[in-house]
């Protein structure tokens, strides 16, 4: 359980899907969401990583069921995310936690490593907010899609991932606007380094972990629990005139730059 922060059961009779959604941020995300009430999909490719966050949701009193398949995968996810809906009731909220990442020099990062990274993350992020609309359209809704710092801030080793999360900015913002009429919000959170996820797994393993930590200016990593209850927020009346922001939530890791991924990297 997490810690209560907000008043319980923020979100009684709400429907919500999450890419992503089988492990760290997503799965800590669907986690808060089901615990504040609301029926919860998750979509990932590994169904046995779905089945583990689902059978801990339920375990917790709450309701989720697994979609496996691929974000690039346009009609997959699409019936995916329809077949969510037809067994929740219809769909109020996506989270679009999906992304790959692995550090690679520009130089040397083949095309299709620079695609890999674009389509999950980008694409995958535009396919499931266009395959949500059908579903978000009918009653309202909203949206949240989790970038990075890289988006903003020059980082070696990740171009791609950079390009990718710039465009799910970018793209925020526009959706956030064509869609608002609808009364659909959209908005983002690009989270610094976060204890205990494959993605700082990948980007700083090892003794590169202590010396981010202590570059950090909050002097420590994040929360999964941080991220997932700013989504929340996102997600809630609390934030009804909110929308094409994108929130950091970073420790203040991206106000001094790139230096300390120069350093852990050996720039
Ligand atoms: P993670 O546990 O690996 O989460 C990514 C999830 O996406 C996995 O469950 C993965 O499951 C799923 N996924 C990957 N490719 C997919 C695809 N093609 N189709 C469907 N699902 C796919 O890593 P995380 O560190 O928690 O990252 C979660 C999000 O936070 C990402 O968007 C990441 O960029 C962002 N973020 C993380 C940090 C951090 O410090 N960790 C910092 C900034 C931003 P399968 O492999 O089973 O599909
Ligand atoms: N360095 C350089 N290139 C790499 C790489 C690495 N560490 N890992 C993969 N690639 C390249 C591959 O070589 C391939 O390019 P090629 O065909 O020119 O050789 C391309 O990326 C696609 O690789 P593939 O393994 O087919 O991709 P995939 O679609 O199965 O997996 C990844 C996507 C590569 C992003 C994989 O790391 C992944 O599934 N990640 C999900 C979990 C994750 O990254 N979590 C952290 C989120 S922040």
Not at 47 to 72: F, M, W
Not at 249 to 257: F, K, P, Y
Request: charged share 15%; proline share 5%.
């Amino acid at each position: 359980m997490f810690p209560n922060v907000f008043a319980p059961n923020l979100l009684a009779g709400k429907s919500a899907l999450v890419t992503g959604g089988g492990s760290g941020i997503g799965a800590g995300i669907a986690r808060l969401f089901a615990q504040h009430g609301a029926k919860v999909a998750l979509v990932g490719r590994t169904a046995q990583k779905l089945e583990t966050t689902a059978s801990a949701i339920k375990e917790a009193g709450g309701v989720a069921t697994i979609h496996p398949c691929d974000v690039r995968d346009y009609p997959a996810l699409e019936t995916a995310i329809n077949d969510a809906a037809d067994a929740n009731g219809g769909l109020d909220v996506l989270v679009n936690s999906a992304a790959g990442n692995f550090l690679a020099p520009a130089a040397t990062l083949s095309a299709n490593g620079f695609r890999a990274v674009v389509d999950i993350d980008l694409c995958g992020t535009f396919n499931a907010c266009r395959a949500a609309f059908a579903h978000l359209s009918k009653r309202g809704g909203s949206i949240v899609s989790i970038t990075a710092t890289q988006a903003d801030v020059p980082t070696p080793l990740q171009c791609h991932v950079g390009a990718a999360k710039a465009g799910i900015a970018k793209l925020t913002r526009d959706l956030a606007l064509e869609w608002s009429k609808l009364g659909i919000r959209v908005t983002a959170i690009a989270p610094g380094p976060i204890e205990g996820t494959e993605g700082m797994s990948r980007l700083a393993p090892g003794d590169a972990e202590q010396q981010l930590k202590s570059r950090v200016p909050l002097g420590r990593y994040g929360t999964i629990e941080e991220v997932a209850n700013a989504t929340l927020f996102l997600v809630s009346p609390a934030s009804a005139y909110i929308t094409g922001t994108t929130l950091l939530i970073d420790g203040g890791t991206s106000l001094i730059g790139p230096g300390p991924f120069l350093e852990m990297m050996g720039f």
